[in-house]
């Protein structure tokens, strides 16, 4: 399995920050792109950010450019996201997947993968003040 295991959620105050780690569980991250999805009880997964095996191409959905930042430290088999200015919607279990459809593994577009991929247990990040 491809599984990643995700942590650094927790509560924080709008406009503070988190950083989310994404860690390998017995394989190697370096040959993958990695994406970070989020959903919200009672609403649909949506996309965050990914980025591609070098780390050479990233992108994120709309509603959190300029706030978030993803990077990788291949060495530390490693993927993270770092969250800033944080609003009351970002608010979501926050998973990362390496098993990606090959579509997005080799473009790292933003979207639904449906039940593609393996998904951990995600990690919860809460905003609220």
């Known amino acids: 399995q491809l599984q990643l295991v995700e942590s650094g959620g927790g509560l924080v105050q709008p406009g503070g920050s988190l950083r989310l780690s994404c860690a390998a569980s017995g394989f190697a991250l370096d040959y993958y792109a990695i994406a970070w999805f989020r959903q919200a009880p009672g609403m649909e997964r949506e996309g965050v950010s990914c980025?591609?095996?070098?780390?050479?191409?990233?992108n994120y959905a709309d509603s959190v450019k300029g706030r978030f930042t993803i990077s990788r430290d291949n060495a530390k088999n490693t993927v993270y996201l770092q969250m800033n200015s944080l609003k009351p919607e970002d608010t979501a279990v926050y998973y990362c997947?390496?098993?990606?459809?090959?579509?997005?593994?080799?473009?790292?577009?933003?979207?639904?993968?449906?039940?593609?991929?393996?998904w951990g247990q995600g990690t919860q990040v809460t905003v609220s003040s």
């Open positions: 980025i591609s095996s070098s780390g050479g191409r990233v």
């Open positions: 997947v390496a098993d990606l459809p090959p579509a997005v593994q080799a473009l790292c577009v933003i979207e639904d993968i449906g039940d593609f991929g393996s």
